[in-house]
Structure formats: C-alpha cells, structure tokens
C-alpha cells in the first residue's frame, strides 16, 4: 500500500495566481515520484482551476436550499476523489459527531474517499480521557457505515493540541494511538478491515519527522496543514516519504 500524504491549504491562498504557482511548483516537483500517493485540497474556489484532487469539506445533501454549502455529487462531477470530513477546526465551529456521521454517509454514497479526522484535545489529553475521546468519535461518526463502504474510508489522527502549534505528537504515542484505532475498528467491524484500513497523522507535521511517522510508527501516510503552504518544503516531505 503506497503511503498516501494529503496537503490541506485550509483558507489559504488568498488570490487564485498564488493557488495555481503552489499547485504547479508541487505537480512539478514530484512528477517522477511514483510510490507516494498524493491530494492536494485546496479551498472550494480553487476546485475548478487546479483540477485538484480533494476537497475540504462536504455537506450531506445532494441540493437543496442550503445557502453556501457544497454536496459530494458537486465535488464528484469536477473531479474530486477525496474529502475532509471533521477536522477539528469544522468542529471547532460548531461541527457534531452525528453531522460527520451524515457527511461520511453521503461521501460515501457518492464513491469519494472520505479522511475522517479524529483527536483529542490538550485538556482532554491531560485529563487522560484520550482513549475514550478516540472511541466515541469512532463510534458515533461511523454509526451505521457498513463493513463494504468503510473500505473506501481514510482515517486522521490529528491531536488537537498538536494542529498549527509546532508541536507534534512523539512517534511512540503516534504508534499508539494508531493501534488504538485499529483496536477499536476491530470491535466494530473486524480484524480483516482494520488491518487494511489506512491510518494517518496529521499535527505540525514537516519534511523533517514525515518519515518517522510512516516508517517509525508504521502509519500509511500524513495529513498536512502549513507545510503544505511551502512548496520546496512540502515536495521534500514528499520526496522523504517515499524513501520509507
């Protein structure tokens, strides 16, 4: 399985010349890198142009009267295969575990992979409620999900204390987390799909801790927020993967 690394601009740039010489310089830089996947997710407006790969965020209806959101069949007919779907900075606003639900539920449906972001944050890390942070965000955002469509499901362990910070998880708790994940799959699911399940991390991620994360604590790839931003940076991180 190709690990798979997953750039989210997030509300970056702010001029669709800037989204474009970010898009091209990374297409450029890693155009003879073969044995790493890659998705760039660029906000919605820069979709169309950059004929980019993934997207941000979905909302769970297909059309309708719902002033300012984009539905997965949008996303699908311009070319998206993947999505972003409860990033802690969604929940932040006010996203809940039972609207993820309907939006993995509607990705789904429409045959996009889904990355389901998952984390805890520094307050419930100290309180030692991670675990238990981990499972209900599991449990309730796949309520229902079948074991045939959590197949084509991504999951992201981002720590909430760890996002835009500077400072990344340590590798042995990235490893642990992951086979926590992949322990409470097991229960819902089954061993068999926990084991092909795709686990990445996400968190200040840079080119110089990417690989100890893929090849240290064994996850299948990364989710990255600013260094995605750097063009150099973010085809070198790439480049260091795939030398895993």
């Keep these: 399985m190709k690990p798979l690394v997953i750039a989210n601009w997030k509300c970056?740039?702010?001029?669709?010349?800037?989204?474009?010489?970010?898009?091209?310089?990374?297409?450029?830089?890693?155009?003879n890198i073969k044995n790493v996947e890659v998705v760039i997710c660029p906000p919605f407006v820069y979709l169309p142009a950059l004929r980019a790969n993934g997207a941000q965020d979905c909302f769970w209806k297909e059309k309708g009267a719902f002033t300012g959101e984009v539905s997965p069949s949008m996303l699908k007919d311009i070319g998206c295969q993947y999505v972003i779907i409860g990033h802690s900075e969604r929940r932040t606003l006010g996203e809940t575990d039972q609207m993820i639900n309907r939006k993995?539920?509607?990705?789904?449906?429409?045959?996009?992979k889904p990355i389901f972001c998952l984390g805890e944050t520094q307050q419930e890390r100290e309180k030692g409620q991670t675990s238990n942070i981990l499972e209900s965000q599991i449990e309730k955002g796949l309520?229902?999900?079948?074991?045939?469509e959590i197949k084509n499901l991504i999951i992201a362990y981002e720590p909430v204390w760890a996002i835009g910070t500077g400072n990344p998880c340590d590798i042995d708790t990235a490893q642990t987390m992951g086979l926590l994940i992949r322990k409470i799959i097991t229960k819902l699911y089954s061993l068999s799909i926990s084991e092909n399940l795709r686990i990445l991390y996400g968190g200040s991620v840079d080119r110089k801790n990417a690989t100890d994360y893929v090849k240290e604590a064994r996850l299948q790839g990364l989710l990255v927020g600013?260094?995605?931003l750097d063009p150099k940076e973010f085809v070198q991180l790439i480049k260091n993967v795939s030398k895993t």
């Design 12 to 31: 970056n740039p702010t001029i669709l010349k800037e989204a474009k010489r970010l898009f091209n310089s990374v297409k450029n830089g890693i155009k």
């Design 104 to 112: 993995l539920k509607a990705a789904l449906k429409e045959k996009l």
């Design 143 to 148: 309520k229902k999900i079948s074991k045939q």
């Design 226 to 228: 600013g260094a995605s």
